[in-house]
């Protein structure tokens, strides 16, 4: 005979032994990991001693408020160009190629010690020399890919101009 | 396509058709078209929750290669919709696409949704553009789940599928605004969206299931992320239900997780239940059971198997019972159901089961629904037939008692007296033979008994039929007419043929009708006993039944005993054993002495209640199995925790003989095990040494034994792969059943005539009929679905219909309390008035949730004669009034309360009708953009 019954005794979890149970889960865990728990330990210790973990905990208890503020920052127009200014400077430097850049830098490079050494010695030619320079070849070749790198720059503006009508 | 700007989605392929997708000129209009697109489509993918990789919107840009949008983004003047618990809708990033839409109006068909573009700024609008919550949305999901993007989406995914979704709104806002301010493109978004969408794959994981709320099997992948369920996403590979669900199916998984799940097996210790440990709960079974067996002898223990359980779990449970317990007294809850179908079904074709797919469902000509409620309990079924009506000219008749929404929308609803639908039936037959419109060739060629059978209708004629069903000869004539002018019929039908005395009887004459008229063995033809849980098909076809062995090889044939004896190396029982209904008698006799029952209520789902329970306190010993403390359970001796369908492997059948695979989402919560598990540690403990260590070893086992399955096997039914019994060596699926023979060894159908069984009355001081049945938006009585608070919210209570003619006689408003007395029990539950239901005719919905208002309190223990299904729609009650005034069972939110706007798709061309549309071939011209040109000139 069985009667009917609801009443369901549950064994009721004992804190004291599911504390111990945790206890020496992680006291096994950190056993089985004593090398990089040390050295964490270690990183943390300094990082304490620095301050950093106070900031960091003042920053993630205030993360709401904080990024309200970092974003209020950011969301100013000073900020769009930066940001953008940043965007477009990357993609610029992503579409150089690197042997062209190289040539261009290594020129760069010749000229900057020239262009010191003429400072440093403070020599001033006159204008006749100067105009005898213009048979020198390597001032033609410089000043021949000077004129073709306006030319692209001349290229690329009537090209935007063109583009933003549309 | 041919020079021409046409839209893809719009326009069939045709062969030697000549398709451009990339030229300059097309590439424009794309750009153009999407660029309207996302004026109305904010992009901030990186934190919103449908950035999953499968985000329509986002994949789009991508693949187009926007870069920036032509036309600025502007917000819409409506706040988002949160008013629906379940899911929301958010109007500015709605792009208008009007797939939710066309979901609704014409794949669900429940004509909730339509685009208003009459309004300045056009929207989705529910009904008459009322919330959500309070509309006619049944909460299907449908329109979620074909939004593009979030638009609409399942709250449970809101700030929880994301990295940085949580992220509140007054930080979002400002970082969106930085975002769209700095715009570098969108290319350099869609990289850092997609890195984020990768990073999501490694915590939200995807599982494929198969729903276990119906018959019908729809299959999905459940979106976990640890053990939250993140939300339910339908996959356009799933065999039965393509992108289909019902409000259970997506939102009602809430149980799984419920805090009141057993975690550990409860002993009877007492006045009370005691958690105790495996070990002590399984060594006290077997002992008992070991110890019964020896005292009273195998057969005074009985074998209660789940409908709800895998077809491996039911093949282990019979092996349980047959090789270790030595009994054949198992048997599943299809005995509360459709075990009479099944029997109308072996008499006369020979295979009890759907004869086809639902694909021929949706593809016939005629389809006739007697008893059942589509719309509500196999709501994914039904709305393939709602489709077909309303777009493709199906034709539809449905005979009920109740106005339910298919009756709403038959092209011939009739309402014949209660229990009489055998006279109806065989009166149209008789009609049909007597006009010479039987299938004559094919009852030549394929039927026996033919002569036999057509003498016997005699007694059917039209007066006759109009006396006894009150339905008028012209009816049961234009019935005729109906089957005659099609080409192909289906008949479904369910629980209101089945549950009555003469179950078996009436499933028989339907299939008769079937048979005459030549609809067995063509696409879109044949008859469809409708299951009604997840696995009732399959727990029978694996043997958890008293007189067959799995595939229906029967007990009683030496031959079918001799292949298992050999398999298994044991002696088995020759007789066939105990139903459920003969184990209550049994306990109730004092012959059984014990039960043990695995995901089955029987203290709520048989009939007459008061004297199972009664019968229940009589047992020396009782195990139940489940996933609850079930009220069976609080009569126990055990209790094990189950673990459901979501923590563990297996196949199901559903009703179209289609076995598909579930897979393991979560492992058991606490200590609960797979119903596998427990029988084989009991079987173990009483000397069986199994060891089946996952259940695709167990449907091996299954498929060398039994005929119908020798080709089934895991590695076929990988992920969303299916096969349909019988099913060869080869693997060969068989979808549509007797297209060259029918069941028997001839190959020939019979005839059988049957007669008509007055139903139960319980006399004249009962003087209300009282029906009864499932509801939409629960599981059976509940006991799953009132665990998700979304679903309790919008349907809390269970209900009494009442018409409003018998209101009015007897003062009875929504929301008044009565007390139905019938001669077994009483029921104290609040009413509904409704012209649902007619004069004097109840009906009750099963979700009860106090004990009062559990209908099988009135029910009584009268049966099918042939199958012992109870005759649950056999009632008659007394009604009175308790009090007249109170809370209405159901709540304003009920969609039951909204109002429908039924149109065809979308209406796109309002859209296109309006002032400012332009079309995109008037903006972009060939050989380029027309804008450019112009500018250009200057």
């Keep these: ?124 030619q006159s204008l006749w020399k100067l105009g005898r320079s213009m048979t020198n070849p390597e001032i033609r070749t410089s000043l021949t890919s000077m004129l073709q790198f306006l030319r692209g720059m001349g290229e690329a503006f009537s090209e935007d101009q063109q583009q933003q009508l549309h | 396509m041919n020079g021409e700007l046409v839209r893809a989605c719009a326009t069939k392929a045709q062969p030697g058709m000549k398709v451009d997708t990339k030229s300059q000129y097309v590439r424009d209009a794309q750009y153009e078209a999407f660029s309207r697109i996302l004026k109305n489509h904010e992009l901030y993918c990186t934190v919103c929750d449908n950035n999953n990789g499968n985000c329509v919107v986002h994949n789009t840009a991508e693949h187009l290669e926007i870069e920036h949008q032509k036309y600025e983004f502007r917000p819409k003047p409506y706040p988002p919709d949160q008013s629906h618990p379940m899911y929301r809708y958010e109007p500015d990033q709605c792009i208008l696409c009007g797939r939710c839409v066309e979901a609704c109006q014409d794949l669900q068909v ?116 640890d053990r939250k369920i993140l939300k339910i996403e339908p996959v356009a590979e799933a065999p039965v239900n393509g992108i289909s669900t019902c409000v259970k199916g997506k939102f009602g998984w809430d149980f799984v997780n419920s805090e009141e799940r057993l975690t550990k097996p409860l002993i009877r210790k007492g006045e009370e239940f005691v958690e105790s440990t495996w070990e002590e709960a399984l060594t006290l079974i077997a002992s008992k059971l070991k110890e019964m067996k020896e005292k009273y002898g195998p057969n ?18 019979q092996k349980f019972v047959r090789a270790i317990m030595g009994t054949n007294n198992v048997d599943n809850c299809s005995r509360y159901c459709q075990s009479p179908a099944t029997a109308g079904l072996l008499r006369t074709v020979g295979i009890g089961g759907d004869s086809g797919t639902i694909e021929d469902i949706q593809s016939s000509d005629l389809i006739v629904v007697i008893g059942a409620n589509p719309a509500e309990s196999h709501p994914v079924l039904s709305t393939r037939i709602k489709r077909a009506h309303k777009l493709h ?51 030549n060629k394929r039927v026996a008994g033919v002569e036999e059978y057509i003498q016997k209708l005699d007694k059917f004629t039209l ?105 298994w190396g044991v002696k088995l029982p020759e007789e066939p054993g105990l139903d459920n209904h003969q184990m209550v008698e049994g306990i109730d006799k004092g012959k059984l002495k014990g039960l043990y029952l695995f995901g089955e209520d029987m203290a709520i789902v048989d009939s007459n209640i008061n004297h199972v329970e009664s019968a229940f306190e009589k047992l020396e010993f009782f195990v139940v199995q489940d996933v609850f403390f079930s009220k069976t359970a609080r009569f126990a001796d055990v209790v094990l925790p ?34 596998w598990e427990i029988f084989q540690e009991i079987a173990n403990r009483l000397g069986a040494n199994w060891n089946y260590k996952h259940p695709s070893e167990i449907m091996a086992e299954a498929a060398s034994l039994a005929t119908i399955f020798a080709g089934v096997s895991y590695d076929r039914l990988e992920q969303w792969n299916t096969q349909l019994w019988p099913v060869a060596k080869d ?10 023979r029918f069941g028997f060894p001839d190959g020939k159908a019979r005839l059988v005539p049957v007669d008509w069984t007055q139903p139960f009355r319980p006399g004249e001081d009962y003087d209300i009929h009282l029906n009864n049945g499932r509801l939409l938006e629960h599981f059976h009585e509940g006991n799953l679905t009132y665990r998700s608070k979304a679903i309790a919210s919008k349907t809390p209570n269970p209900w009494l219909e009442v018409s409003p003619e018998l209101a009015e006689e007897r003062n009875i408003k929504d929301g008044s309390l009565v007390r139905l007395t019938s001669p077994y029990g009483v029921v104290e539950v609040r009413a ?64 039951r309360f909204g109002n429908r706007i039924p149109q065809i798709s979308v209406r796109v061309e309002d859209k296109w009708k309006r002032q400012d549309y332009t079309p995109i071939s008037e903006i972009v011209e060939q050989g380029g953009a027309k804008y450019g040109e112009g500018n250009q000139a200057n």
Excluded at chain 1, 86 to 105: D, V, W
Aim: aromatic share 8%; hydrophobic share 35%.
């Design chain 1, 1 to 124: 005979m069985a009667k009917a019954i609801r009443q369901i005794k549950k064994e009721v979890p004992n804190p004291v032994e599911e504390k111990a149970e945790a206890i020496s889960a992680i006291v096994d865990a950190l056993a089985e990991n004593r090398d990089a728990i040390v050295k964490t330990l270690n990183i943390v210790k300094q990082l304490n001693e620095i301050g950093i973990l106070d900031a960091v905990n003042a920053l993630l208890e205030k993360r709401t408020e904080v990024s309200v503020i970092a974003l209020q920052q950011v969301n100013q127009p000073a900020m769009y160009n930066t940001v953008k200014n940043a965007f477009n400077a990357f993609k610029f430097f992503g579409s150089l190629q690197p042997e062209k850049l190289q040539t261009i830098m290594s020129g760069v490079d010749r000229s900057l010690e020239r262009f010191t050494d003429a400072v440093e010695s403070g020599e001033e």
């Design chain 2, 110 to 225: 429940n004509e909730t949704l339509t685009i208003d573009w009459n309004r300045e700024v056009p929207r989705v609008i529910w009904d008459n553009d009322v919330p959500i919550n309070e509309s006619s949305c049944v909460s299907c999901g449908h329109c979620v789940t074909v939004c593009p993007c979030n638009a609409l989406m399942e709250k449970s995914m809101l700030g929880e599928a994301g990295f940085l979704t949580a992220i509140p709104p007054k930080v979002l806002e400002p970082m969106i605004d930085i975002t769209k301010e700095i715009e570098p493109g969108y290319k350099q978004i869609f990289a850092i969206s997609e890195i984020e969408a990768s990073m999501r794959k490694t915590r939200i994981k995807r599982t494929k299931t198969v729903c276990t709320y119906c018959g019908v099997g729809c299959s999905f992948e459940v979106w976990t992320k």
């Design chain 2, 300 to 317: 005074a223990m009985g074998y209660i198997a789940s409908s709800k359980c895998s077809n491996e779990e039911n093949f282990l449970f």
């Design chain 2, 393 to 443: 000219g199906q034709k539809l008749i449905v005979a009920d008692l109740r106005k339910h929404e298919l009756a709403e929308r038959a092209n011939l609803q009739i309402h014949p007296k209660p229990g009489s639908d055998l006279i109806w039936l065989s009166a149209v037959t008789k009609y049909i033979v007597d006009q010479g419109w039987e299938d004559k060739e094919f009852l």
């Design chain 2, 463 to 567: 007066e006759y039929a109009e006396e006894t069903t009150g339905l008028s000869k012209d009816t049961i004539i234009q019935i005729a007419n109906m089957i005659h002018d099609a080409k192909s019929v289906c008949m479904l039908w369910a629980m209101g043929v089945t549950q009555h005395k003469g179950g078996t009887d009436t499933s028989t004459a339907i299939s008769n009708l079937l048979l005459i008229t030549g609809n067995y063995g063509r696409p879109g033809t044949g008859a469809y006993p409708l299951r009604g849980h997840n696995n009732v098909q399959g727990a029978c076809d694996f043997g958890t039944m008293p007189a067959w062995m799995p595939g229906y090889e029967p007990v009683q044939d030496p031959k079918v005993r001799e292949k298992y004896e050999n398999a």
């Design chain 2, 642 to 675: 189950a673990a459901p369908s979501l923590e563990k492997d297996g196949t199901f059948t559903n009703t179209e003989r289609r076995i598909q695979r579930f897979y393991k989402v979560f492992e058991p919560m606490g200590d609960a095990k797979p119903d």
């Design chain 2, 731 to 740: 693997g060969t699926s068989t979808p549509l059943l007797f297209t060259d």
């Design chain 2, 832 to 895: 509904l008035v409704t012209d649902r239901v007619e004069g004097k005719e109840l009906y009750l919905t099963m979700n009860n949730r106090e004990d009062i208002e559990a209908v099988n309190l009135l029910t009584s223990s009268y049966h099918d004669d042939i199958t012992h299904t109870p005759n649950y729609k056999e009632m008659d009650v007394r009604l009175e009034i308790l009090e007249e005034e109170g809370e209405p069972p159901l709540p304003d939110t009920n969609h």
